[in-house]
């Protein structure tokens, strides 16, 4: 019983739980360290020495049970017994030891099998770095990183950093080649690292221009046979010597990668031969590059090389071949969905969200944009062929508004006819069986191509400056499309030649709300607030229009105008300075900065930027007036005697630039010369009387004969002067008093007319606003500049005005493919008050 415990007097319930026989403990032998000795050597194969352990094998052992104690039994020569307790502690269980039971649990000790007592766990030890291994891995870790940072440097467009990026890999690598060689793992090198090392070397060469560099790179990796598929890398260099313009050699290179390239990876064979196709185009050999594209389009066909193959055939002239490759050209697949895909049923609310989420996403995207180059290649490839396929150009678009008519891009046929009509429009055809009756044919048809139409028809009429059509047509556009920015500047061009700005005003507005990046509107806007004297709205138009148009002549242009009738003359010299910048070769802005710095009293400013206007347009009377007047008043007469002489070139019917060049060769002491330029002068003039006045003067100082004659005929000149001025003074007179008499009747009616403006705008006094505007900050020669003369625009007017043969410089495709507007802000005009279509911009074609 002295094994024996009550549970109440018990600290520990689990005490004596593993207590057992060790008999049957016989799954820990393999842990015994000493019966694993016994079984190894003949120890445990001796005889049992039972003299000095009488009974048997078991004698002597007692049976415990789980509440008794066990008692050791020794081994046939006293070794201790598997599992026996020596010391007062039992052999460890591990059986058991998991669930945080133990043999050597005394009474009074805590449950604690995470072992939490004993404290936290030492830490763990760290690697060496020392080692050749971890060294190794540290540099291979290094070269990738520095791989990555090199390709994302240049997806963000920094191919500098990308490049040194990929240099500092390529030295980490080689310095990971040596780590390898001097630790003798040189046959465990890593070829794959390698390989990405020098190919983004390479790449990164070729992407700052360094082609040399990236050819040498690309050789080294060519060369290596270890390198498996690098053959194909002589892609890469073909593509470099195309870009250097070695079309032979890069024919090569493709032909070498075609050939180390299998039949399997058709798609890339496919590639290749197209660029080959493209060198041969490059070196003008037609032939063979009809000859690739032909069998990439009976293997293959694709959208371009369809483009291409048109293309070579009209460089042969081949009709017949253009015809069939333009029918291969609109059977070739594209790929996508039909748009019917993305309309909503209206009855599944579980598809129209899943319409809404997919109908503007990145794969919707590329459909269109892959339809759309569809379109445009072509559009492009029948307006190119139309005039070589057949007789007339007439004929050959209507071969291929049949063909497209049956063909999946029905839609475009519709813009084959309108480009019909503007290539009427190109050849100066305005009758009624070329662009007129062509776009007439489309009033009757869907609201998009009828509004496309009648546009097009108001801009011709408003060319023709048939106002009352071209209005017709743009109401009708209009109605057919009321969102047609396009539409809505045509009328409001329409409502300007009128003089009804306001109206106008607000039409342009609405073709800026409908489409915010529409400049032409925009452009129309600021000179609709300049003819009504609101300049600071106009100047805000005009600077919303540089901040989108940079570079636009026009537009810096109008804004130093604006300055200058705002009175800031050190602006409109900014802006003019910037001007210059773009079209440094324009005499009209030289000159307007030599005005402006003369109104400043700046000379020597206005001497330079008049002469560089001379030299690049030495017919300006303005500026060789200003030039010769320069010269005289700094006592240069004999330079000034050249700009006179050329004035009286240009306008040898004005007797003052001969009176001027007489007048500097007196000034110089060359009275011999003056004498005979005066009385060469009298010959051409005989009743000039400052002519008469010099040559007396001139014969009585030098005691000529002549003075007598000259006197005579001074006197008679003078006479005959004096009567001509009595005569129209008394004819000014008896008109004067006319007037008085007719206007007693009518100043009750002038007053009301004075009295009663018309609402919402006053044209007069827009007008007076701007036909005076120009004489803020200019100096009294520039008030004296012919407007005939003038390249720039002036500012009582809208921005240029061109003559007829610049008809066609404002179109726009239908497509939206804009043909040079003309960017030089110097443009002479025809006649002074003449209204264009440019200077409200025109370019009135849908998009």
């Known amino acids: 019983m002295e094994h024996v415990h009550l549970a109440a007097e018990e600290d520990d319930l689990y005490s004596g739980y593993n207590d057992y026989n060790p008999t049957f403990d016989s799954e820990e032998l393999d842990n015994d360290a000493g019966f694993q000795q016994a079984v190894r050597t003949s120890h445990g194969r001796r005889p049992p020495m039972t003299a000095k352990f009488p009974g048997t094998a078991i004698g002597g052992r007692a049976l415990g049970t789980s509440f008794g104690s066990r008692m050791p039994m020794a081994s046939s020569m006293g070794r201790p ?17 998991a669930a945080g039971y133990s043999s050597a649990m005394t009474r009074g000790s805590t449950f604690d099998p995470l072992g939490q007592s004993k404290g936290p766990a030492p830490p763990l030890e760290g690697k060496s770095e020392d080692t050749p291994d971890e060294k190794v891995k540290i540099l291979e870790k290094k070269v990738n990183d520095l791989i990555e940072e090199s390709c994302l440097a240049h997806g963000l467009g920094d191919l500098q950093l990308s490049l040194d990026r990929a240099k500092e890999a390529g030295r980490k690598e080689r310095a990971l080649v040596r780590q390898r060689e001097q630790s003798g793992n040189a046959d465990h090198i890593n070829l794959d690292l390698t390989y990405s090392v020098l190919f983004n070397l390479a790449t990164q060469y070729a992407n700052n221009d360094m082609y040399a560099e990236a050819l040498n790179t690309y050789q080294v990796i060519v060369k290596n046979k270890m390198f498996s598929n690098a053959g194909r890398l002589k892609v890469n260099m073909a593509n470099i010597h195309f870009k250097q313009k070695n079309y032979p050699k890069a024919i090569k ?23 080959i196709g493209v060198v041969f185009i490059r070196m003008g050999q037609y032939s063979d590059a009809i000859t690739s594209f032909e069998h990439i389009m009976s293997e293959c066909p694709n959208i371009k090389t369809g483009f291409n193959l048109i293309l070579c055939y009209y460089a042969i002239g081949d009709r017949e071949r253009m015809k069939k490759a333009f029918q291969k050209l609109i059977c070739v697949p594209l790929g996508i969905d039909e748009e019917d895909k993305y309309i909503p049923p209206n009855d599944d609310t579980h598809a129209n969200l899943v319409i809404e989420a997919i109908k503007n996403d990145k794969l919707h995207q590329m459909e269109r944009e892959r339809k759309a180059l569809a379109e445009k290649f072509i559009m492009t490839s029948a307006k190119l062929i139309a005039p070589a396929i057949e007789a007339t150009f007439a004929a050959g678009f209507d071969w ?4 497209v008519k049956s063909s999946q891009y029905v839609e475009l046929a519709n813009d084959l006819e309108i480009n019909k009509a503007i290539t009427y429009l190109r050849q100066r055809d305005f009758n009624q069986v070329g662009a007129v009756e062509t776009l007439k044919t489309f009033e009757k048809k869907d609201s998009r191509v009828k509004s496309a139409a009648a546009t097009n028809l ?13 209005d017709r047509y743009a109401d009708l556009a209009m109605t057919a499309d009321r969102y047609n920015p396009a539409a809505l500047i045509n009328k409001g061009n ?81 802006w003019l300075m910037q001007l210059i910048t773009v079209t440094p070769t324009d005499p009209q802005v030289l000159a307007k900065l030599g005005e402006l710095y003369d109104s400043e ?35 240069f007469c004999e330079k000034a005697i050249q700009y006179f002489e050329r004035a009286t070139l240009i306008q040898p019917t004005q007797v003052k630039w001969q009176l001027m060049v007489a007048s500097c060769y007196r000034r110089s002491g060359n009275y011999q010369k003056a004498l005979e330029t005066y009385k060469d002068i009298h010959r051409k003039f005989p009743e000039n009387v400052e002519c008469l006045r010099f040559l007396v003067r001139l014969c009585t100082d030098m005691g000529m004969k002549e003075v007598q004659d000259y006197a005579t005929k001074l006197k008679k000149v003078e006479k005959m002067k004096e009567i001509r001025e009595q005569r129209v003074k ?40 701007d036909s005076g505007h120009s004489s803020h900050g200019t100096s009294a020669k520039g008030e004296r500049l012919s407007a005939k003369m003038r390249a720039l625009p002036g500012s009582n007017e809208p921005y240029e005005a061109s003559s007829q043969r610049d008809i066609d410089a404002s179109y726009v495709d239908p497509l939206g493919a804009p043909m040079e507007r003309p960017k030089t802000a110097a443009k002479k005009r025809n006649e002074e008050d003449e209204f264009a279509d440019e200077e409200l911009g025109d370019d009135l074609l849908p998009e």
């Open 81 to 97: 017994m598997t599992g026996a307790v020596q010391d007062g502690a039992a052999r460890p269980m591990t059986a058991v030891r």
């Open 253 to 275: 290179l493709y032909r070498m990668a075609l050939d180390q390239i299998s039949n399997s990876h058709k798609e890339m064979r496919i590639k290749i031969m197209q660029n």
């Open 400 to 403: 291929c508004v049949d063909m």
């Open 458 to 470: 108001s801009f011709l009429y408003f060319l023709e400056k048939d106002y009352d059509q071209a």
């Open 494 to 574: 329409t409502v300007f030649v009128k003089k009804d700005y306001e109206k106008a005003a607000e039409f342009y507005k609405e073709a800026l709300r409908n489409d915010s990046s529409c400049t032409e509107a925009l452009y129309n806007l600021g000179l609709t607030y300049k003819r009504l004297g609101r300049l600071e709205e106009s100047l805000d138009c005009f600077l919303k229009l540089h901040a989108i148009l940079r570079n636009s002549a026009q537009v810096m242009w109008q804004l130093a105008n604006l300055f200058e009738m705002l009175e800031d003359p050190h602006q409109a010299i900014e």
């Open 601 to 635: 009293g700046d000379k020597s400013q206005a001497f330079q930027y008049y002469q560089e206007s001379f030299r690049y347009f030495p017919s300006n009377i303005d500026v060789i007036e200003w030039l010769g007047a320069y010269y005289i008043d700094t006592q």
């Open 730 to 769: 008394s004819a000014r007179e008896g008109s004067a008093r006319g007037t008085r008499r007719e206007g007693s009747a009518s100043s009750e009616v002038d007053i009301k007319a004075v009295s009663h403006p018309e609402p919402k705008h006053s044209p007069l006094l827009a007008q007076g606003r």
